[in-house]
């Protein structure tokens, strides 16, 4: 697990997450078009207040998983 530091909306913030998670989340924006940060900012903006960031992330990036392999299937 790693720990990184991005700017979301003028703030630093640090989130760790397992190395395959930050590859399919840096994967992820490429296909958006969007740097890591900015969809990064996305899930920010669209988690509960209560959730954890990191943890927000991880169940982004699994949904995103899991549509592609439904789409595949």
């Not at 630093?12 to 969809?39: M, V």
């Not at 990191?54 to 982004?60: D, E, I, L, T």
Request: hydrophobic share 45%.
């Amino acid at each position: 697990m790693h720990k990184r530091s991005v700017t979301i909306n003028g703030h630093r913030t640090s989130l760790s997450l397992e190395d395959a998670f930050w590859s399919a989340l840096t994967r992820l924006a490429a296909e958006r078009g969007l740097s890591t940060a900015g969809l990064i900012a996305e899930i920010d903006a669209a988690r509960a207040p209560t959730d954890n960031l990191s943890s927000a992330v991880r169940v982004h990036v699994l949904e995103a998983a899991e549509a592609t392999a439904a789409g595949k299937a």
